[in-house]
């Protein structure tokens, strides 16, 4: 049995002793399962394909550098994503003349919840729809970036209110606020009912290339 398949059903917190041990190779585990996490937060930000994976490459170093000083207040997938939206900020203000960030106007607020419980079994179906998913793309970055970045973390990657407010650094009322403000913009566009795995999907391919990237830098730093 591979060391990777003898953890890889430990918690977080459990996997992050055992690479702090020495145990490197047990850091691709939470790399995988927080890859979409970090993904849709980068795509959410406004940055293309090819400069997320980028950002996430640099993020998830960042985390293994700095494991010894996670607290296990929160989750992993919390901790890392704020890594992730600050560097999405910080390469946000060293590039800004590129005009990678879209241009946005204020929105309305009311409540509503716009993504059911429910999940699609049809969901590889579903992403063979490109134009779909660009509709449902497009309709996302016409959002301000802070209500953008909250339903991103809320209605796609499934972060909680708690979690939504730490990754963000803002309050638990700001975050339902501008969430529901956001929901108000995107409701026309996609109230159809569609998981929200379809929306800026990860899928197994960009998993294993970051996994590989990630676990090479490391290797390098030995």
């Known amino acids: 049995m591979s060391i990777i398949k003898q953890y890889e059903n430990l918690p977080d917190a459990d996997i992050i002793k055992e690479i702090i041990s020495g145990k490197v190779a047990l850091y691709e ?3 995988r399962r927080s890859n979409p996490f970090l993904y849709r937060a980068g795509r959410a930000y406004g940055y293309n394909h090819e400069d997320v994976q980028d ?3 640099d993020s998830f170093i960042n985390a293994y550098t700095n494991l010894s000083k ?3 207040r929160s989750a992993f997938k919390t901790w890392v994503t ?5 560097n999405c900020y910080a390469k946000k203000q060293k590039f800004s003349y590129k005009n990678e960030m879209a241009t946005e106007k204020v929105i309305n607020e009311k409540s509503t919840p716009m993504f059911s419980s429910q999940s699609s079994k049809n969901t590889d179906k579903s992403i063979l729809n ?5 509709v449902i793309e497009q309709a996302i970055e016409k959002i301000p970036l802070d209500y953008r970045m909250v339903f991103s973390l809320r209605e796609i990657n499934g ?16 975050v339902k606020v501008r969430l529901t403000r956001a929901k108000e913009m995107l409701r026309k566009e996609i109230e159809k009912m569609y998981s ?27």
């Open 55 to 57: 950002l996430m490459q």
């Open 196 to 222: 929200p795995a379809d929306i800026y999907e990860f899928n197994l391919v960009y998993c294993d290339l970051m996994v590989s990237r990630v676990m090479n830098e490391l290797n390098k730093n030995k």
């Open 70 to 72: 996670f607290k296990n």
């Open 29 to 31: 585990i939470l790399i």
């Open 159 to 174: 972060m909680n209110v708690a979690e939504t407010a730490e990754a963000l650094d803002i309050s638990l009322a700001n």
């Open 82 to 86: 704020r890594i992730m939206i600050n």
């Open 130 to 134: 490109k134009e779909l998913s660009q």
